[in-house]
């Protein structure tokens, strides 16, 4: 794809900022060069609360969680003037063309080829990966913390990390981003970033290029090793 060229990042949005947070980025982002992704937030998370009663089957809990990730969008882009809803990468470049912001519908993309096991392991940010790398764009992974920790970050002694290299993230149990983002990370060959969206103006710093001193907390996914 030619992607690089009018799309220089995939801002994954993580589903806890919906909506206040999600919607405020989203309108920040304009001009920005950006495709958003959105995750699912609390519908995502009420499939996964009833899988685990009722152990759906890996194909219908990876798929209707899917769906959950367009509702977010559809409802996020009605609230944001400069985003348009995109069902394919050509569709999102074309929008981009016309500065506004492409808002990706994964489900269409992932309907003919997913290329991904049905995993509660894989989630929207795995597959912000996916598409970055299609697009040959930067990643941002925004979340409502500040980047990943040594353990949960409300408990007793919990430290930021500022980077840390993809390998050593593969042993961890649990984080702020899904259990195979690292191993894409690595496949790829490309870094990723990880930072608080409660502040857009710390994922917009991360995005321009003409800004290289970063006065907040973030942390960097080492994933090229070149």
């Known amino acids: 794809m030619g992607g690089i060229d009018i799309i220089k990042q995939v801002v994954k949005i993580g589903g806890?900022?919906?909506?206040?947070?999600?919607?405020?980025?989203?309108?920040?982002?304009?001009?920005?060069?950006?495709?958003?992704?959105?995750?699912?937030?609390?519908?995502?998370?009420?499939?996964?609360?009833?899988?685990?009663?009722e152990n759906f089957s890996s194909e219908a809990t990876h798929y209707t969680a899917i769906d959950c990730m367009d509702i977010v969008s559809k409802l996020v882009c009605d609230k944001v003037d400069s985003a348009k809803l995109a069902y394919s990468l050509k569709e999102a470049e074309e929008i981009a063309s016309k500065n506004l912001t492409p808002i990706f519908i994964v489900s269409e993309f992932l309907?003919?080829?997913?290329?991904?096991?049905?995993?509660?392991?894989?989630?929207?940010?795995?597959?912000?990966?996916?598409?970055?790398?299609?697009?040959?764009?930067n990643l941002l992974i925004v979340t409502n913390v500040n980047g990943i920790y040594t353990r949960e970050p409300t408990e007793e002694g919990s430290k930021l990390i500022s980077k840390i290299d993809a390998k050593k993230l593969l042993t961890f149990e649990e984080s702020s981003i899904d259990l195979m983002l690292p191993s894409l990370l690595l496949e790829f060959g490309t870094n990723c970033y990880v930072v608080n969206g409660?502040?857009?103006?710390r994922?917009?710093?991360?995005?321009?290029?003409?800004?290289?001193?970063?006065?907040?907390d973030y942390t960097l996914i080492i994933g090229d090793y070149e």
């Open 16 to 53: 806890s900022l919906f909506p206040e947070h999600a919607i405020k980025l989203a309108n920040e982002l304009e001009n920005t060069n950006s495709l958003i992704i959105l995750g699912g937030g609390e519908f995502a998370n009420l499939i996964r609360r009833y899988d685990s009663s």
């Open 111 to 137: 309907k003919n080829k997913d290329p991904f096991e049905c995993s509660w392991d894989v989630t929207s940010d795995s597959i912000a990966a996916y598409v970055s790398n299609c697009l040959n764009a």
């Open 198 to 201: 409660m502040y857009p103006k």
């Open 203 to 216: 994922v917009l710093s991360l995005i321009d290029d003409n800004i290289s001193d970063y006065n907040f």
